[in-house]
């Protein structure tokens, strides 16, 4: 049974930090594409950022975020810096098993996903 768990979220200032945590099980992790997104209230889920081999940001957040994984640990990381209030969503990890370098970037290409958590960025 895959599981992913995340962790992290939180309520904090403009310009502050967070770091999420995302833990894997019930699946070879070193084989999968990881991903975070986020889901604002009332707003589509969009894409952040992925890694595999490689990683990949949406425009929003390059610079300002930094996703890292730990295979000997099955975690993916977002490390979320100079948050802004618009930055406000539920985050969600998701996997995808993949063999290849492409960048998946929708929603629709994730297998699994996680039960999310709240990240709220005042002003």
């Known amino acids: 049974q895959v599981q992913l768990v995340e962790s992290g979220g939180g309520l904090v200032q403009a310009g502050g930090s967070l770091r999420l945590s995302c833990a894997a099980s019930?699946?070879?992790?070193?084989?999968?594409?990881m991903g975070w997104f986020r889901q604002a209230p009332g707003k589509e889920r969009e894409f952040v950022a992925a890694v595999r081999w490689s990683t990949f940001y949406t425009d929003s957040v390059k610079g300002r975020f930094t996703i890292s994984r730990d295979n000997a640990k099955s975690t993916i990381y977002l490390q979320m810096d100079s948050l802004k209030p618009e930055d406000t969503a539920v985050y969600f990890c998701a996997a995808v098993q993949s063999s290849d370098s492409r960048t998946y970037s929708s929603a629709r290409q994730y297998m699994y996903w996680g039960q999310g958590t709240q990240v709220t960025v005042s002003s």
């Open positions: 019930g699946l070879p992790f070193n084989r999968y594409t």
